[in-house]
T-cell receptor
Framework: DTEVTQTPKHLVMGMTNKKSLKCEQH?????MYWYKQKAKKPPELMFV???????INESVPSRFSPECPNSSLLNLHLHALQPEDSALYLC???????????????FGSGTQLSVL | DAKTTQPPSMDCAEGRAANLPCNHS???????VYWYRQIHSQGPQYIIH???NNETNEMASLIITEDRKSSTLILPHATLRDTAVYYC??????????FGTGTRLTVIP
């Protein structure tokens, strides 16, 4: 199994809603990532978890709250989002075995989020 | 991580080789060169990566200059399904992968 599975594929939410994005992998990877991608722009790193601990937060607003309940699961909790937060949210994983840059990331197909 | 520079767009005739260049003049000795591609609204797909030597796999070849300041991704026989945005990334740390603006490759029938 070399897949990273993201659910839901599409999500529409209002600015007062609370929702969660889910990401799952069963490759035994110990590093997991959230990226945000606006239309016609490259993906931007948001968060990195390494061995279930948050290791990188790229100054993301607190209305985005990541959670890594175990090594296979990564969630992104959303609350009080703005319309400008509408984007494709991508999850990725990598082995996380401390091999420096010699470790490729596997990406899911993303959740297309629309905030109304 | 070092920055990369890629042409914003390129065209390639179907069946011909597609050669996508990337400049990474500030690359440091422990940084790998990665190539990913992204087909419209899908997740990025890994293509190939290398440190110093040229690399080849079932998808593509990666040619890295001796001074490591630039590289070229070669798709030997481009098909319509290779139309995508191609990202060249240099990476040292285990916990990051920063994307540049990429090259939009269009394969023309």
């Amino acid at each position: 199994d070399t897949e990273v599975t993201q659910t839901p594929k599409h999500l529409v939410m209002g600015m007062t809603n609370k929702k969660s994005l889910k990401c799952e992998q069963h490759m035994g990877h110990r590093a997991m990532y959230w990226y945000k991608q606006k239309a016609k722009k490259p993906p931007e790193l948001m968060f990195v978890y390494s061995y279930e601990k948050l290791s990188i937060n790229e100054s993301v607003p607190s209305r985005f709250s990541p959670e890594c309940p175990n090594s296979s699961l990564l969630n992104l909790h959303l609350h009080a989002l703005q319309p400008e937060d509408s984007a494709l949210y991508l999850c990725a994983s990598s082995p996380g075995q401390g091999r420096g840059g010699n470790e490729k990331l596997f990406f899911g197909s993303g959740t297309q989020l629309s905030v109304l | 991580d070092a920055k990369t520079t890629q042409p914003p767009s390129m065209d390639c005739a179907e069946g011909r080789a597609a050669n996508l260049p990337c400049n990474h003049s500030t690359i440091s000795g422990n940084e790998y060169v990665y190539w990913y591609r992204q087909i419209h609204s899908q997740g990025p797909q890994y293509i190939i990566h290398g440190l110093k030597n040229n690399e080849t796999n079932e998808m593509a070849s990666l040619i890295i200059t001796e001074d490591r300041k630039s590289s070229t991704l070669i798709l030997p026989h481009a098909t319509l399904r290779d139309t995508a945005v191609y990202y060249c990334i240099v990476r040292a740390g285990a916990n990051n992968l920063f994307f540049g603006t990429g090259t939009r490759l269009t394969v023309i029938p």
